[in-house]
């Protein structure tokens, strides 16, 4: 099984969105992710619980890597890793990449059987392409 990816973001129309367009890069691929997003009346927001549970049900053995769109979705993600076991805890990575396209490229290099660090590597490198376009 791939490395893990979950999207914690304070919409879940966004974080849905955002997975659907990296399963768009990978037609027929399997990828495990995971969504947190909103709050649990189903507003904007975010839910430490529902991340730590995003985590475990995309934990392979092999690594997580969790994606967030800012702010406190990072505070979230980091109350998160204190709901889960220490081993799970060791495996998981909290990406600064940009949420789409970090996640585009995490996806294509997951499904492509890297390692953790590659795929959390490859998240960061997401606005390269952009950068490099416009010159920033």
Known sequence: MPVGLVVVSHSRALADAAVELA???LPGRELAVGVAAGDVDGGLGTDATAIAD???AVDSGDGVVVLMDLGSAV???ETAL???D???RERVVLSPAPLVEGLVGAAVTAAAGAD???VAAE???GLAPKQAHLGG
């Open 23 to 25: 399963r768009g890069m």
């Open 54 to 56: 995003a985590i475990a």
């Open 75 to 77: 505070l979230s993600a």
């Open 82 to 84: 204190e709901l889960v």
């Open 86 to 88: 220490d081993d799970v």
């Open 116 to 118: 953790r660090d590659r």
């Open 123 to 125: 998240a960061l490198r």
